[in-house]
């Protein structure tokens, strides 16, 4: 099997919390290859690392993993907003590479412990990009991770979103249904363990905007989203370290210019000494593993029973791409 080695603490991690068996995966992996062969609807990337990325973050449930695979592999299909047109040299892509908003950063509090991922809105101008295209470069490093970083996968993530300056035009454009589709795909779609959330320097309208937000999530990952006004951060530096926070941020981990990922990926060695410019190169380098992935998604017309549609899936109307042959 082409699986990559978990650390020690990872292991004992996906043995103890994610029901992992070693004995047992290849079995799990071949059930779910024949469940696989029996879905005429879905054409799926089928190697070995993606598929236990799946059961790991559906704690090898056999069931869930179906169930996550095919919506996941559907959303692909019938979101083309997120999921159409991903060439990392596409002008919008390209655009907000360049402003790196998205920043997984490279140390975790411990050998076992979350990647903390910082969502810089700041660093966002609505006049050069959209919030939908910010959520496409934000799912497409989300692919990435979970095809190289073990701690995302297995320990999970804390996303962190930095709303001190941003721009309060991309309110606007945060409508229901875009919140309703985003989180449906998060949570139901994507095999990720989401630890915590935590937004910092909130102004009233950002508190309403994830307000609105916890309403089209479980109860589960409610109870996950964390708040923090400019007289509460001395709460936050509680759930995320100060040692772990760039200097950018009040932080003590190196500025954005001098963080690389020496530490973000076992054997990897990051050439690049702006963190920022490091991200871009990476999508960049996921080329043709993104241009191939156009090609997987779902046949609706093959599919037994209803098709999927944006109606029945999210309550709303829209249009879906057909599968490339």
């Known amino acids: 099997m082409a699986i990559r080695k978990l650390s020690p603490a990872l292991q004992a991690i996906a043995e103890k919390e994610l029901n992992e068996t070693p004995e047992r995966i290849k079995d799990d992996l071949m059930y779910i290859r024949e469940w696989l062969r029996k879905q005429p609807h879905l054409k799926v990337r089928t190697d070995d690392q993606t598929l ?25 299909t019938i979101l083309t907003e997120f999921y159409s047109n991903r060439d990392p040299y596409d002008p919008d892509i390209q655009e907000v590479l360049k402003l790196g908003p998205i920043l997984p950063l490279p140390n975790t509090a411990s050998a076992s412990s979350p990647r903390i991922m910082l969502l810089n809105f700041a660093a966002l101008n609505p006049d050069k990009v959209s919030y939908i295209s910010f959520l496409k470069v934000l799912f ?149 593993w993104f241009l191939e992935d156009a090609k997987y998604g779902t046949r609706e017309e093959l599919r037994v029973g209803i098709s999927k549609t944006p109606a029945n899936m999210f309550g709303v109307e829209g249009t879906f791409r057909q599968l490339v042959d």
């Open 140 to 288: 497409m490093i989300w692919d990435i991770l979970f095809q190289e970083d073990d701690h995302f996968v297995v320990a999970g993530v804390e996303m962190w979103s930095e709303v001190k300056n941003a721009s309060m035009r991309y309110a606007i454009q945060l409508t229901p249904t875009v919140i309703k589709k985003t989180n449906a795909v998060m949570e139901k779609g994507y095999p990720l363990r989401m630890k915590k959330h935590h937004c910092t320097h909130c102004p009233p309208i950002a508190v309403g905007v994830f307000n609105l937000s916890k309403s089209f999530v479980s109860d589960k990952l409610s109870k996950r989203i964390f708040l923090y006004s400019e007289n509460d951060m001395d709460k936050f530096y509680q759930q995320v370290p100060k040692y772990l926070q760039p200097k950018d941020f009040g932080g003590e981990n190196g500025s954005l210019k001098e963080l690389t990922g020496t530490d973000m990926f076992i054997a990897m060695i990051i050439i690049s000494s702006h963190f920022s410019e490091f991200w871009k190169q990476k999508v960049e380098s996921y080329r043709n």
């Open 52 to 76: 236990i990325t799946f059961l790991r973050g559906c704690k090898f449930s056999l069931q869930r993993t179906q169930e996550k695979l095919d919506y996941y592999y559907t959303a692909k």
